[in-house]
């Protein structure tokens, strides 16, 4: 199991890299995250029942790493945020319910049973199973009930290695300190550290991992550089839209505005086109304006539509959303963005919040009703002129009006989305949109630009490799199987 001296340390990236790795070498690999709180979710299925369910993106990303398709045991317990205190509880795939921070820190203990079946069940096709975190072991006022952490890892009897992150400063101190805090029983649990993300001569730090070592007594399992190729993986959450402005934005020839909404949902929609080395997509925090230089704005997907229609107008986006389009400019919807692009939004039975009902942008004729029945599954889509499209649904309600005359996309056989008359503003409930290579290649057209050779899905995949290669360089893989003993 790897853990982290804190979030965003870099445990999803090398957990998906060790199972490349690791898969490389013959050896049956799977990923495994007890608990995890994020709005990117993916469609995984529910094993034998036929039916999918929801995971977390990362946990989706390292399956593609193991060369399996995922399931929901890899993820039995994910929170996806509704409001500041409050969070959806989605257990074995399905939503199990909501309930406020306090209130989950009572519940958790009651998903522990849930977390160590999934675990079995996943371990018992496996030959290997890594193991990832959520947050810190050293937030020792969460321990009572733990899941996440070493909860799990002492019940499951797992052994951990602490991950510590160099690049943000005083990973000595967060090492040690970890080793400080935890009791001695949960301090057993850990049979070594790695260093992630340095830059530089490693050989610099030789003094600083010795100090580790005499204050831990924990070995070194290896320095990890930073890893340039991860930023062409999918992020995992919205860590990393505190770096929002592209850094192609002043040569690329197509400029895309994405607002970072309250409950911002898998916005890795974006990433086919940030690979794209003549497109720069900007995340446009809240406070500041939406660019007026953008041909393209992008609305993303929400966990609260009604909500996040609420911060788009705080926050004066309306107005630049329709200013945009009022200067010629293209507005795409996505899942909740969609939702937002119409009329009205209504929630009679205040299933994403407490507001019942809102205007929407008024920029496409349809308006959107949620119901209970939740739409969680894998689509298989072309667009009305017949280019292929793969994807995945995740979404509450129903739309419909005059504009879904024009849909974006065939879904299992089924229109789906909608395009104004001049043909400036579409929506569609696909997630993967722009994941499809000839789609991409052709709405790119419109704007001048000739996308790449190389597909994205294979740019991933290539990604992976690449990570683990160095990981194959830089980790004392032999002592991480060595730690990795059979229960």
């Given amino acids: 199991m790897l853990q982290g001296t804190g979030s965003d340390v870099g445990k999803s990236l090398l957990v998906a890299g060790l199972c490349r790795l690791f898969a490389d070498r013959g050896l049956r690999v799977r990923p495994f995250k007890p608990q995890n709180m994020s709005n990117n979710a993916a469609v995984a299925s529910i094993p034998g029942t036929g ?3 929801e995971i977390g993106r990362a946990q989706w990303l390292q399956a593609l790493a193991c060369r399996v398709a995922p399931t929901v045991d890899m993820n ?5 945020p509704q409001s500041e205190t409050g969070s959806q509880i989605v257990l074995s795939g399905k939503v199990a319910g909501a309930a406020k921070g306090r209130e989950y820190q009572a519940l958790k203990a009651r998903f522990l049973d849930t977390v160590l079946q999934s675990f079995e069940r996943l371990s018992a096709g496996a030959d290997l199973v890594i193991v990832e975190g959520a947050g810190s072991p050293a937030e020792i006022n969460l321990r009572r009930n733990d899941i996440a952490n070493m909860g799990f890892a002492t019940a499951a009897s797992v052994p951990v290695v602490l991950v510590g992150d160099i690049d943000r400063g005083g990973v000595i101190a967060s090492l040690v300190g970890t080793h400080a805090i935890l009791d001695a029983p949960d301090r057993a649990m850990i049979k070594g550290f790695l260093i992630n993300r340095f830059r530089g001569d490693v050989s610099l730090f030789d003094d600083g991992i010795e100090a580790i070592r005499h204050h831990t007594g924990w070995p070194s399992l290896g320095v990890v550089p930073y890893l340039a190729a991860a930023s062409r993986l999918p992020a995992e959450d919205s860590v990393a839209l505190e770096r929002p402005f592209a850094a192609n934005a002043t040569a690329a020839k197509l400029k895309v505005a994405v607002p970072v909404i309250g409950r911002i949902a898998n916005f890795d929609d974006l990433d086919p086109l940030k690979a794209e080395p003549d497109v720069a997509v900007s995340f446009i925090r809240p406070g500041e304006r939406l660019p007026q230089d953008a041909e393209l704005l992008v609305l993303p997907g929400s966990k609260s539509t009604i909500g996040d229609l609420a911060v788009l107008r705080a926050n004066g986006w309306d107005h630049d959303i329709s200013a945009h389009v009022a200067r010629g400019g293209h507005v795409v919807g996505l899942c909740g963005g969609y939702q937002m692009l119409g009329r009205v939004v209504r929630d009679p039975e205040g299933l994403e919040g407490e507001e019942r009902e809102a205007q929407g942008l008024c920029l496409l ?3 959107t009703v949620m119901r209970p029945e939740k739409t969680v599954r894998p689509s298989s889509a072309r667009t009305p002129d017949g280019l292929p499209l793969e994807g995945y649904e995740i979404h509450l309600g129903k ?3 005059p504009d879904c005359a024009r849909p974006v996309a065939i879904l299992d056989g089924e229109p789906d989305g909608a395009t ?4 400036r503003v579409c929506g569609t409930y696909l997630h993967g949109l722009f994941g499809a290579d000839g789609f991409r290649r052709k709405f790119l057209e419109r704007y ?3 996308s790449g050779e190389t597909g994205y899905g ?5 990604a992976l490799d690449a990570i683990a290669a160095q990981l194959e360089e830089v ?3 032999e002592m991480l199987l060595k730690i990795a003993r059979r229960r």
Wanted: glycine share 14%; net charge negative.
């Fill in 76 to 80: 039995p317990v994910l929170l996806k």
């Fill in 420 to 423: 104004s008359p001049d043909g």
């Fill in 365 to 367: 004729d349809v308006e």
């Fill in 399 to 401: 739309t419909v009006g």
């Fill in 475 to 477: 980790v004392d893989v």
């Fill in 51 to 53: 039916l999918f369910g």
């Fill in 448 to 450: 001048g630009i000739t």
């Fill in 458 to 462: 294979q740019s991933v995949e290539e």
